[in-house]
């Protein structure tokens, strides 16, 4: 199957950013520390994690050799109140869901316990990485016949390569009809647990006196040098520059900023936390809740470049074909 990618780009006159895309649907204020935010990773961890709350698996997708959802529809006698307290005894004394996730460590400190206190006794999981360790340790797993996780939750470019593989089953969770369609796979393989700004990130108190960065080319400022970061996996960053500016001046802005000397890190929270700790002046892309948290929760000298358009990306969730904990995943 082909998955489509998904990102979408914001003029930054809606600042602060809201998860507005190029058709105009609004689709949620994602600011300012990031309440909303979590609402609707909860949503989407709700929905999949506990993924036969009156959903349906779609007519056309063959059934899982082990699944959650081949006994989870509604009969003609039973709600889909019901279903969920059917499978939740059934969860419990399966006692835990595995996720696998890209979602830092506080973001998920906050959505996994309201998912748990909702449905105690059924232990979250979380086995956090970026987006290219997670698949390919999904991708190891698989070949090696071992089915470990209930869930996978990252970018779409990862997440869509895992789909791809034939690794997710297609389900179309309850709340699937809340979701505008740039979100959401229609036939269920996928839905968006989160959505990222990447945007440039500024330490106040190390940007070298009058650099301004508004767009991605002041990062080719050479008062910048070795005071850039750029993470090293940024696929969907790359990607977008070369929608927004064209193949050729994208290659331009890319190799002027290399020409800056940048220090290559792995992983956009590490980074923005490197960013606010004075390790480099700015990044090319952090995610912007991140940026947001550091500033407002942690009073940390941070500001973040607000390029026209903002690159905004998907973070999807996908239910696996063979979830070890069938009722719970």
Known sequence: MTTSRAWSFIPSEVWPPRGLWSNGINIRRLWRCGVERKVVVALAVFGLLFAACGGTTPAAQASPTVTATASAKPTATESPDAVMARLYEAAKSEGSVAIYSSMNTDDAGKVFPLFQAKFPGVKVVHTRASG?????????????????????????????????QGYTQKYIVASAGDYPAEVKDASGAFIAARLNNDIPGINTTKLPAGVTIKTWKDLCNPALSGKIAVEQGDVVVYSALRKILGD????????????????????????????????????????????????????KPIVWGQTNPIITDVQGMALANKPPHANAG
């Open 132 to 164: 290219e360790v997670l698949t390919t340790k999904v991708v190891t797993e698989k070949k090696a016949g071992q089915d470990l996780f209930d869930v996978v939750e990252s970018n779409l470019f990862e997440v869509g390569y895992i789909i791809d």
């Open 248 to 299: 050729a001046e994208a290659q331009n802005v890319l190799k002027c900023i290399a020409a800056n000397k940048p220090s290559l890190r792995s992983g956009h929270t590490d980074m923005a936390n490197l960013l606010a700790a004075g390790e480099f002046a700015a990044t090319l892309s952090s995610n912007g809740h991140r940026l947001a948290q550091l500033k407002y929760e942690e009073n």
